[in-house]
C-alpha cells in the first residue's frame, strides 16, 4: 500500500513539475511577445518624434518664406480675446507658440523638447536654462494663451474621460469630498499615467518621463527633507537641478531646495507609484535605518535589541545563588517556601482573572454603534486611512486578500494600502506586478536587513503613511466591511487620550479540526470577555497582532513598533500606557484562519510567548521606575499579563506530575509540601480554578455565538461550546511551547518564526481530492 501511494505521490509530482515547465516555455514565450511589442512601440514613438521634429523645420521654411502669413499669424496668437475655445491655435502648447512667435527657432524648441524627454522639468524652465528666452518673455507668453481650466475639464479636453464619467465623479465628490483626480482613479474613469499628464499640463509643468539612476544618489536631499516636502533629486548640475514632487511645490518651498542644492530647481510631476519607486532607489538605506533603529536609538530603554542587560544577569545570577544556598541549607523548607509563593501567584490569578471576565460582560466593556450610527456618518469627514499590510511568503492568499480589502465600506479615494512586501518574496511581487490593483493599492519592497521581523516591515510602510488613522491586518484577514467607520466613531467619541482602538479577532476556520476549535475559544475569551475587561479596569492592553488602530501621529511620536520583539503589539500596549494613552474595544471583528497543524501552531505559539518573555525584559530593566511609570494598579497588571503567560504554562507539569505521582504513588513526602491552608488553596486552584479556567473559555465562545446569531450570522455553531470540556489538552500544548520559547530566548531572541497561511484551502484541497479519488 505504501510503495503504490509513493508511486502515485511520485506520478502526481512528475505531472507537477511538467505543468510547471509548460508554464514556464509560455511565460517566455510571453515575455518575448511583451518585448517585442515595446520594440515596435519605441520604433512607431521615435518615427512619430522624427515627423514632428520634421513637421517644425519644414513650417519654419514655409513661414519664412512667407512673411505675410507669419505676420498674420503672429497678430492672431497676441489676440487671446479673439481665440475661440477648441480652435487650433487655442490649443498650442508653450514651446509652440514661442517657435510660431518667431521667439526661438525650430532648432531650439526641438532640443529642448529632447531635453525634456531625457530629464523632464518645464519646457519654460529649459527654455531660459539654454538662454533661448528670459523668464520675462515666458511670462507674457503664459499670460496671453494659458487659461487654467479645472482638473476634469483638463481631463476631458485632452480625451481622456467622457464628460458623464466626469459628472458622474463630481456627483460622487458632492458626496464624500476629497479631490477628483483621486475619485476619478478609485472610480476607474482614468489611468495614474493620464492624470498626471493632466495635472503637469494645468499646472504648465514638465511630467518626470526618464532618469539616469547614477544622477539620482550623485545629489540627494537629506531624506527628512525630501520627505517633507514629497521631493526627490532626479537631475543635478552646477547651475540647475530638477526635482520630482508629487504635487506643486511653493516658490518658498523651492527656495529652501535650492539653499539645499545651492543650485536653482525646477520641478516635475510623478504619479504617488513612480515616487515610491524613486524613494526605493535614493533612500533605500535611510528608510531601513529608521524602520530598524529609531526606536533602539532614541528609546534604548524600551528596545529589546538586548535581550538580557547586565544589571539583569548579575540579578539572576544572585537569585539563583541565594535558591541554590537556601536549597543547601534546608532544601526542604526552600521548597516549601517556593510552593507557597506559587500557589498564592496562582490564587491571585485566578481571582484577576474572574474579575477581569465580570467587567467584560458590562454593555460598556466594548464600544458599539447601531447601523443608524453608521450611515449617518458624512462620508465628506472622513480622513485618509492608511492600512498596513506585512506578509512574507503568503502568495496563495493574495487574490482573498485584495477581495476583502475591496468589500470595506469606506470611500475608495481615501484609502492608502500598502502591500508591504520583503524583497526575497518574488513569487508576491511577481503576481502583484501582473495584478491590476485597484486605486489605493501600493506594493511597498521591504530591503533586506536584520532582523527580519513583521513590525520592521510596518514601520518602513508606515514611514510614508498618508492616512491619518492606521491600521494594521494580515493577509488572510477578513475585516468587518464597516469596521474603519466603526473606528472613526470610536475615535469621535473618545478622549484625546484614545489614540488605540482594538477590533476583536476571531477565526473562520474553527470547524476544520480540534485544534482550531480549541484556538476559536481561546480568541473567543480572550477578545470578547478578557481584553474589554482589562480596558475597564484600566490597566495596560497587550494588543492584538492585527486590526488594532492608531492615530498615525501619535504612534509615529511613540517610536512605532520594535523590530527586536517578536510581540511587538504586546510591547506597544506597555509603551502606549506609560505616555497615559488609552486603548479601547470595539464591536467589530475581523477574521483570521487559526492554525490547523500542530507544528504550525507551536511555531506561532512560542513566538508569541517569547515577545512576552522579552517585553517583561525590557520593562522589568529598571522596576522602581517602572512602578513609578505606571502606577500600582499599571504595574501589577502588566506583571499579570506579561509574566503569567510564559511562566504558569513552565510551572504546569511540574504540579501535574506531583498530582498524577500522588495518585499512582501516595508518596508521604508530597502532602508535606502543601501544610496548613496551602493544601486547601492548593485543592481550590485544583477544583474551582481549573474549572474557572474551562467555563471562561465556554462562556466566551457562547458570547460570541449568541451575538452573531442575534445577528443572523451562522458562521460559527453552539457545538463549539463543548469542546471547552478538553481544554487541558491545550494546555498541555501551551507548556511544550513555553519551553522552546524560553530556548529559543536564549538562543536566537529576534528569530520569527514563520507562520504558513492558507492551510484551511490546503486541507480542503486534499479532501476535495480524496473524495474525487474515492468517487472513481
Not at 510571453?30 to 520604433?43: M, W
Not at 465600506?409 to 506586478?433: H, T
Not at 475559544?521 to 494588543?543: A, D, T, V
Amino acid at each position: 500500500m505504501i510503495v503504490k501511494n509513493m508511486k502515485e505521490i511520485n506520478k502526481r509530482i512528475d505531472m507537477i513539475k511538467k505543468r510547471i515547465n509548460d508554464k514556464k516555455g509560455l511565460l517566455n514565450d510571453l515575455t518575448a511577445q511583451i518585448d517585442e511589442i515595446e520594440r515596435k512601440n519605441q520604433q512607431q514613438i521615435n518615427l512619430l518624434e522624427q515627423q514632428i521634429y520634421s513637421s517644425y523645420e519644414r513650417m519654419e521654411q514655409k513661414l519664412v518664406c512667407n512673411k505675410e502669413k507669419w505676420y498674420n499669424l503672429k497678430q492672431k496668437l497676441q489676440k487671446k480675446d479673439t481665440l475661440q475655445t477648441g480652435t487650433t491655435l487655442n490649443n498650442l502648447r508653450l514651446g509652440e507658440r514661442l517657435f510660431l512667435l518667431e521667439i526661438i527657432s525650430a532648432d531650439q524648441l526641438i532640443k529642448t523638447l529632447d531635453e525634456q524627454a531625457v530629464h523632464g522639468g518645464r519646457i519654460g524652465d529649459i527654455l531660459v536654462h539654454f538662454g533661448y528666452v528670459n523668464e520675462e518673455q515666458i511670462q507674457r507668453i503664459v499670460d496671453q494663451s494659458f487659461t487654467r481650466l479645472l482638473l476634469g475639464e483638463q481631463l476631458v479636453k485632452a480625451g481622456y474621460l467622457e464628460h458623464k464619467n466626469l459628472e458622474k465623479a463630481l456627483r460622487y465628490q458632492e458626496e464624500t469630498g476629497g479631490d477628483i483626480g483621486s475619485i476619478l482613479l478609485s472610480m476607474g474613469f482614468i489611468t495614474q499615467d493620464q492624470l498626471y499628464e493632466a495635472l503637469a499640463a494645468q499646472n504648465q509643468m514638465g511630467r518626470l518621463t526618464v532618469y539616469d539612476k547614477q544622477d539620482l544618489i550623485k545629489k540627494k536631499l537629506p531624506e527628512k527633507i525630501a520627505r517633507v516636502y514629497r521631493a526627490i533629486v532626479i537631475r543635478h548640475s552646477v547651475d540647475q537641478s530638477s526635482i520630482a514632487v508629487e504635487s506643486l511645490l511653493k516658490q518658498e518651498d523651492l527656495l529652501i531646495i535650492s539653499e539645499f542644492l545651492d543650485t536653482p530647481v525646477s520641478q516635475c510631476l510623478a504619479s504617488p507609484w513612480e515616487m515610491e519607486i524613486l524613494w526605493e532607489e535614493v533612500y533605500q538605506e535611510e528608510l531601513l535605518i529608521e524602520s530598524t533603529d529609531k526606536l533602539k536609538d532614541e528609546q534604548p530603554e524600551n528596545s529589546a535589541s538586548e535581550t538580557f542587560t547586565f544589571s539583569q544577569i548579575i540579578g539572576m545570577i544572585l537569585i539563583g545563588f541565594i535558591i541554590a544556598a537556601s536549597l543547601l541549607w534546608n532544601w526542604f523548607y526552600t521548597l516549601i517556601v517556593i510552593n507557597i509563593g506559587i500557589q498564592l501567584a496562582y490564587f491571585t490569578m485566578s481571582v484577576t482573572k474572574f474579575l477581569m471576565i465580570l467587567y467584560g460582560t458590562r454593555e460598556k466593556a466594548q464600544l458599539r454603534f447601531n447601523p443608524e450610527e453608521i450611515s449617518a456618518i458624512h462620508e465628506k469627514d472622513l480622513p485618509i486611512y492608511t492600512i498596513l499590510v506585512p506578509m512574507y511568503k503568503e502568495s496563495k492568499v493574495i487574490p482573498q486578500l485584495i477581495n476583502h480589502l475591496k468589500r470595506l465600506d469606506y470611500p475608495r479615494n481615501k484609502l492608502d494600502i500598502r502591500l508591504l512586501i520583503e524583497k526575497d518574496d518574488l513569487e508576491a511581487q511577481e503576481m502583484l506586478q501582473a495584478m491590476n490593483l485597484p486605486y489605493g493599492f501600493q506594493m511597498i519592497v521591504i530591503p533586506d536587513g536584520t532582523p527580519k521581523t513583521k513590525p520592521k516591515a510596518c514601520n518602513y510602510g508606515l514611514i510614508r503613511a498618508r492616512g491619518e488613522y492606521v491600521v494594521i491586518y494580515d493577509a488572510e484577514d477578513r475585516p468587518d466591511p464597516d469596521q474603519l467607520k466603526k473606528v472613526y466613531l470610536s475615535f469621535k467619541s473618545s478622549s484625546e487620550d484614545t489614540v488605540c482602538i482594538q477590533a476583536k479577532l476571531n477565526y473562520f476556520n474553527s470547524k476544520q479540526n480540534l485544534l482550531t476549535k480549541f484556538f476559536t475559544q481561546e480568541y473567543s475569551n480572550w477578545f470578547e470577555l478578557l481584553l474589554p475587561g482589562i480596558m475597564q479596569m484600566k490597566i495596560p492592553i497587550p494588543l492584538g497582532g492585527t486590526s488594532n488602530h492608531f492615530k498615525t501621529e501619535v504612534l509615529k511620536e511613540l517610536g512605532a513598533w520594535d523590530p527586536y520583539n517578536v510581540t511587538e503589539d504586546a510591547d506597544l500596549g506597555i509603551r502606549l500606557y506609560k505616555k497615559r494613552y488609552t486603548t479601547k474595544v470595539v464591536d467589530s471583528r475581523t477574521l483570521e484562519e487559526a492554525n490547523s497543524k500542530y507544528g504550525n501552531w507551536i511555531r506561532q505559539r512560542s513566538r508569541w510567548i517569547k515577545g512576552y518573555m522579552q517585553t517583561w525584559l525590557v520593562h522589568m530593566r529598571r522596576p522602581i521606575k517602572l512602578h513609578r511609570e505606571l502606577g500600582v494598579k499599571g504595574f501589577w497588571g502588566a506583571q499579570f499579563m506579561l509574566l503569567s503567560s510564559p511562566l504558569l504554562p513552565m510551572l504546569n507539569p511540574i504540579f501535574w506530575s506531583l498530582l498524577v505521582l500522588w495518585y499512582a504513588t501516595h508518596a508521604g513526602w508530597i502532602p508535606a509540601f502543601f501544610p496548613g491552608p496551602i493544601y486547601y488553596l492548593a485543592a481550590a486552584q485544583l477544583i474551582l480554578g481549573n474549572f474557572l479556567f474551562i467555563y471562561s473559555n465556554m462562556a466566551g465562545t457562547y458570547w460570541v455565538i449568541h451575538d452573531l446569531h442575534r445577528k443572523k450570522e451562522n458562521w460559527l455553531a453552539y457545538g463549539l461550546v463543548k469542546y471547552a470540556l478538553l481544554t487541558p489538552i491545550y494546555w498541555i500544548m501551551m507548556s511544550l511551547a513555553s519551553f522552546k520559547a524560553l530556548w529559543q530566548l536564549i538562543r536566537k531572541p529576534f528569530y520569527w518564526e514563520k507562520t504558513e497561511h492558507g492551510l484551511d484551502q490546503h486541507d480542503q484541497q486534499n479532501l476535495a481530492q480524496t473524495s474525487n479519488s474515492k468517487n472513481f
